[in-house]
């Protein structure tokens, strides 16, 4: 599979709980993004990375979140001492930045999304 | 404020008829502009993507047009299918240099029924 893949697909967790994420981009792609979804809604910007920096942080994203890309490659977001509000789902998606003037980056791929639920 | 709003909120079809979901923006500046079909618990598959000079694009049974004066961009569906049934999503990209951060409208919920 050379798509973006998230996981796990499901988590359940009792609040004040901590949980991570992981997201595998595709491939070649330098540029990966983490977005939440509560039912019914779009999804919200949380925060992206440009290889392994982390260029930009939603408001959304409070201290109880954090956001990892070690190596450009994989991601990993944590939640601490989660809450019942955290409960949605979370999407990452990859797409590829070229940089240059003028030309427009690909499109953003979606993985299928963690859903988390807090008990 | 940089905004995507979508209409309507949900529609009801039959199978075969057409349909138009419409999606107005106030982002700024405008990068492209990007339809989204989600299924149910799935991520978002993307449909098609716009730039400002471009004001059509199809996909198979799927049309989007975009008018960057009026900031509107329609997808029309020709030919429903059940499985057309998702929610579609209206997407901006903010252009403003490095930054990658995508604009999202809450989605028209579509349900295509036999």
């Known amino acids: 599979d050379t798509g973006v893949s998230q996981d796990p697909r499901h988590k359940i967790t009792k609040r004040g709980q901590n949980v991570t994420f992981r997201c595998d981009p595709i491939?070649?792609?330098?540029?990966l993004y983490w977005y939440r979804q509560t039912l019914g809604q779009g999804p919200e910007f949380l925060t992206y990375f440009q290889n392994e920096a982390q260029l930009e942080k939603s408001r959304l994203l409070s201290d109880r979140f954090s956001a990892e890309r070690p190596k450009g490659s994989f991601s990993t977001l944590e939640i601490q001492r989660t809450e019942q509000g955290d409960s949605a789902m979370y999407l990452c998606?990859?797409?590829?930045?070229?940089?240059?003037?003028?030309?427009?980056?690909?499109?953003?791929?979606f993985g299928q999304g963690t859903r988390l639920t807090v008990v | 404020k940089n905004q995507v709003e979508q209409s309507p909120q949900s529609l009801i079809i039959l199978e075969g008829k057409n349909c138009t979901l419409q999606?107005?923006?106030?982002?700024?500046?405008?990068?492209?502009l990007r339809w989204y079909k989600q299924d149910t618990g799935r991520g978002p598959v993307s449909l098609t993507i716009?730039?400002?000079?471009?004001n059509t694009k199809s996909n198979g049974r799927y049309t989007a047009t975009l008018d960057a004066d009026t900031k509107q961009s329609s997808l029309h569906i020709t030919a429903s299918q059940l499985s057309d049934s998702a929610s579609y999503i209206c997407v901006v990209k903010r252009g403003s240099g490095n930054t990658g951060k995508l604009i999202f409208g809450q989605g028209t919920t579509l349900q295509v029924k036999p």
């Open positions: 491939s070649e792609h330098n540029r």
């Open positions: 998606a990859s797409s590829l930045w070229e940089g240059r003037q003028g030309v427009s980056n690909t499109e953003a791929f």
């Open positions: 999606c107005n923006y106030t982002v700024s500046p405008f990068s492209n």
């Open positions: 716009m730039t400002f000079s471009e």
